[in-house]
């Protein structure tokens, strides 16, 4: 439907490219991609740490068999439709470019009220329906697929070697520091860095602890609590991230998880986290 690097048609080539990293924001338009692959348009909705509630956007040349409000001028130069009755969530990870601002706070407010009781005018007239019956149960289908891919694709995932211990599975247990240090014939200072997330258990040291306490390998583990996965989820690293990707013939999840990988082995220094980390991403680029 999209491509990362060639505009749509009416879409000048600077619109499209945009701003290449940037902090989400409610009312945003940004273009959601994978694996180096451009996905979709959505305008957020509402942030959290890891994920965005977001509405579907298109070009206005598609069927139309639901609710879309039609915005006839907008960042891209073109009209857009916005679909806000198929509002839908999805890992921050997706987000690749912020194009601009589409919509204020307030107009998705006003918007929000209008789908949920009626009791409002929607600030944008409401887009023609140009399909019924069958056709517009096959789009409504497609539609609802395409968004369940990327809602449903997530990262960072389990990953022995790379995952950090849950500490709330050993409370379950009522395992401590000095248990753990027993089982794993370390120190309880390491034992207790290994609870806190601070440093990540090898694959041995997993399989060792879930023997002991007879609990899968996996539910142990924590998918993203290390620093590195908490902030490779932002958007500002994604453009490095697909670099290194293609640079390295790897999936997205395997840059990822190399990059991952990489900062919890690199030696600690005074900057702060995101400077480290981006030079990671620069290093494994160049190496």
């Not at 027993?182 to 601070?198: D, H």
Request: glycine residues 6%; hydrophobic residues 45%.
């Amino acid at each position: 439907m999209y491509e990362l690097e060639t505009p749509p048609n009416g879409v000048s080539r600077e619109r499209w490219h945009g701003e290449t990293a940037g902090t989400p924001e409610v009312g945003d338009l940004w273009l959601i991609s994978w694996n180096g692959e451009a996905l979709a348009l959505a305008v957020l909705a509402s942030i959290r740490d890891t994920y965005t509630l977001c509405w579907p956007v298109t070009l206005s040349d598609v069927p139309v068999f639901a609710p879309a409000l039609e915005v006839p001028s907008t960042l891209l130069d073109v009209p857009l439709l916005v679909w806000p009755t198929r509002e839908t969530g999805m890992g921050l990870h997706m987000l690749h470019r912020r194009l601009g601002r589409l919509l204020t706070a307030k107009t998705m407010s006003l918007i929000d009220v209008a789908v949920e009781t009626g009791d409002v005018d929607f600030p944008f007239p409401l887009a023609t329906y140009t399909v019924d019956g069958e056709e517009a149960e096959r789009e409504s289908d497609e539609m609802v697929d395409r968004w369940e891919r990327i809602c449903l694709n997530t990262w960072p995932e389990v990953v022995p070697g790379l995952s950090p211990f849950n500490a709330d599975a050993f409370r379950e247990v009522n395992l401590y520091a000095g248990d753990l240090a027993g089982i794993l014939g370390i120190t309880v200072p390491a034992a207790v860095s290994l609870v806190r997330g601070e440093s990540v258990p090898t694959a041995a040291q997993l399989e060792m602890v879930a023997v002991a306490i007879r609990r899968d390998p996996e539910a142990l583990l924590d998918a993203g609590s290390d620093a590195a996965a908490r902030l490779l989820v932002q958007p500002v690293f994604k453009d490095s991230l697909v670099a290194l990707a293609r640079i390295r013939e790897l999936s997205e999840a395997d840059a990822r998880n190399l990059a991952r990988g990489e900062f919890a082995l690199a030696a600690r220094s005074d900057g702060d986290n995101h400077a480290r980390l981006q030079a990671t991403i620069d290093r494994l680029r160049e190496g």
